[in-house]
T-cell receptor, first 119, second 119 residues
Framework: AQTVTQSQPEMSVQEAETVTLSCTYDTSESDYYLFWYKQPPSRQMILVIRQEAYKQQNATENRFSVNFQKAAKSFSLKISDSQLGDAAMYFCAYRTTTAYGGATNKLIFGTGTLLAVQP | DAGVTQSPTHLIKTRGQQVTLRCSPISGHKSVSWYQQVLGQGPQFIFQYYEKEERGRGNFPDRFSARQFPNYSSELNVNALLLGDSALYLC??????????????????FGEGSWLTVV
C-alpha cells in the first residue's frame, strides 16, 4: 500500500523569504501523480502544484516549485518570496492508478505541515 | 462556473442518528469522491463514484454508504453515528477516471466541506 509522510508538523518563514516543505512517499507503482494542496482556515483544499511521475522536469507554478526525486521517493515544495497569504496547512498527496493504468480519484494524504508566515 | 458545492455546511447530530451529506460536482465532471478529515489529520478516502458506479472504497465500516445520481451529484450516508464520526467531510470531483483519466488535465477539485459534529 502507498504511504505519504510529512515529517515537519510546523514550519515558519519570514515574509519574502524562501521555505521548503518536505514529503516522502512509498509505492511500488511506476506511474503516478503527486500533488501539494493548501488548506487555509476556510478548510477548502486548494491545489498548489502537481507532478506526473513520468516527467523528469520539476513542476513550477509562479512562486511554487517542487524538487521531485523519483528514485529517492521524495517530493518537496519550495515557496519563494513568501507572502502572508501563504500561511496555511500544506498537504502532500499521492494519486493512485487503476489496474489498467488510469488515474483514480483516490488521493493518499500526508499528515500536513502548518506553515506560518511572519511579517 | 460554480465549483464543487456541498450541503449542509455545518450540522450537529446525536449518537445513533443517521446523516446524509450532499455534493454537486463541477459541471461536466463525472467522477465524485468523498473524504473524511478528522481534526489535525489529513483527509482519508471513503468512496469514489464514476458514471454512477462505485469505483473505490476506503477502509470504512458498512455504516458508510454513498451513491451517485444520473446528474452526477452524490450523497454520503452515515448510519448509527459515533462520536468518532465527528469530522469535516470533503467532496471532490474530476472530469474522468480510470483509463480515460490519465493526464494532467484530470485535476481533482474539492468542495468546502460539511462539518459534522456528533454529540
Amino acid at each position: 500500500a502507498q504511504t505519504v509522510t510529512q515529517s515537519q508538523p510546523e514550519m515558519s518563514v519570514q515574509e519574502a523569504e524562501t521555505v521548503t516543505l518536505s514529503c516522502t512517499y512509498d509505492t511500488s507503482e511506476s506511474d503516478y501523480y503527486l500533488f501539494w494542496y493548501k488548506q487555509p482556515p476556510s478548510r477548502q483544499m486548494i491545489l498548489v502544484i502537481r507532478q506526473e511521475a513520468y516527467k523528469q522536469q520539476n513542476a513550477t507554478e509562479n512562486r511554487f516549485s517542487v524538487n521531485f526525486q523519483k528514485a529517492a521517493k521524495s517530493f518537496s515544495l519550495k515557496i519563494s518570496d513568501s507572502q502572508l497569504g501563504d500561511a496555511a496547512m500544506y498537504f502532500c498527496a499521492y494519486r493512485t492508478t487503476t489496474a489498467y493504468g488510469g488515474a483514480t480519484n483516490k488521493l493518499i494524504f500526508g499528515t500536513g505541515t502548518l506553515l506560518a508566515v511572519q511579517p | 462556473d460554480a465549483g464543487v458545492t456541498q450541503s449542509p455546511t455545518h450540522l450537529i447530530k446525536t449518537r445513533g442518528q443517521q446523516v446524509t451529506l450532499r455534493c454537486s460536482p463541477i459541471s461536466g465532471h463525472k467522477s465524485v469522491s468523498w473524504y473524511q478529515q478528522v481534526l489535525g489529520q489529513g483527509p482519508q478516502f471513503i468512496f469514489q463514484y464514476y458514471e454512477k458506479e462505485e469505483r473505490g472504497r476506503g477502509n470504512f465500516p458498512d455504516r458508510f454508504s454513498a451513491r451517485q445520481f444520473p446528474n452526477y451529484s452524490s450523497e454520503l450516508n452515515v448510519n448509527a453515528l459515533l462520536l468518532g464520526d465527528s469530522a469535516l467531510y470533503l467532496c471532490a470531483s474530476s472530469p474522468k477516471s480510470g483509463p480515460e483519466g490519465q493526464g494532467a488535465g484530470n485535476t481533482i477539485y474539492f468542495g468546502e466541506g460539511s462539518w459534522l459534529t456528533v454529540v
